[in-house]
């Protein structure tokens, strides 16, 4: 993988896992990771996909899903922005407890998106995925998954790492989907991501998608 070798320890080997336990090993004792990811990183995940759901989103009703919510980044800006029906899934029980301390969300669950996700049909208004389709986490098969369990009219917000980007078929999987009219993509772009060295380290995109 290119443009990976300036990355702190931590987030370089979350990047290169061999399997989902060394993975659940590296974040479940990653007491760092905010201000790893925020000030070290420079991540900005959990910013530009909320700034892209909110720019179409206006019901402060809405139920919204953090997928893969980690330590709540996403949560806590819904929630200060008066969005508080939030719920937040995740694999790793140590992200969720530390999720849990901010308050922030109607529910916390175990879940993992490669596999079947246990909510019913058209659960939710939105999904927010910051930060979680990346390399060695998880890919786009999970689309579909997330497409059955927003309603219609409903919004899909996230980013993808570029390097998981051209590794995994995002572009043909996204492609199928708008010609089966599962959904409409509403914007794109992408966020060049510096790093505290003031290195350019990745490049996010954000992909912002209503349901049909
Ligand atoms: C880079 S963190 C992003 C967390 C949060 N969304 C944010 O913006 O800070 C990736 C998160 O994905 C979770 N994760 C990794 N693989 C997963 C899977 N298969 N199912 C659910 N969550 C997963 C990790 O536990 C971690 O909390």
């Given at each position: 993988m290119k443009n990976t070798k300036?990355?702190?320890?931590?987030?370089?080997?979350?990047l290169h896992v061999s399997n989902q336990d060394e993975l659940g090993e590296l974040y479940k004792n990653w007491d760092e990771y905010e201000s790893d990811v925020i000030q070290l990183a420079g991540y900005v995940g959990h910013?530009?996909?909320?700034?892209?759901?909110?720019r179409h989103l206006k019901d402060k009703e809405a139920k919204i899903l953090d997928a893969g919510c980690g330590t709540g980044?996403?949560?806590d800006i819904l929630y200060s922005k008066e969005y508080k029906n939030i719920v937040g899934v995740d694999f790793s029980?140590?992200?969720l407890n530390r999720a849990l301390k901010?308050?922030?969300?109607?529910?916390?669950?175990?879940?993992d998106l490669t596999q079947k996700i246990e909510f019913e049909d058209n659960s939710f208004d939105a999904i927010v995925c910051a930060g979680t389709f990346t390399c060695g986490?998880?890919?786009?098969?999970?689309?579909?998954?997330?497409?059955?369990?927003?309603?219609?009219?409903?919004?899909?917000s996230f980013t993808v790492r570029k390097q998981e980007w051209e590794a995994s078929p995002y572009e043909k999987i996204?492609?199928?989907?708008?010609?089966?009219?599962?959904?409409?993509?509403?914007?794109?772009?992408?966020?060049?991501?510096?790093?505290?060295?003031?290195?350019?380290?990745?490049?996010?995109?954000?992909s912002s998608n209503q349901i049909k």
């Open positions: 300036n990355m702190i320890p931590t987030i370089f080997k979350t910013l530009i996909t909320t700034e892209a759901l909110l980044l996403v949560g029980k140590e992200m901010k308050n922030v969300y109607e529910s916390l669950s175990l879940c986490h998880v890919g786009p098969e999970a689309l579909n998954e997330m497409i059955r369990i927003t309603k219609n009219d409903g919004y899909i996204i492609k199928e989907l708008e010609r089966s009219k599962l959904w409409q993509q509403v914007e794109r772009y992408t966020v060049k991501v510096q790093h505290s060295r003031g290195r350019n380290l990745s490049i996010m995109l954000v």
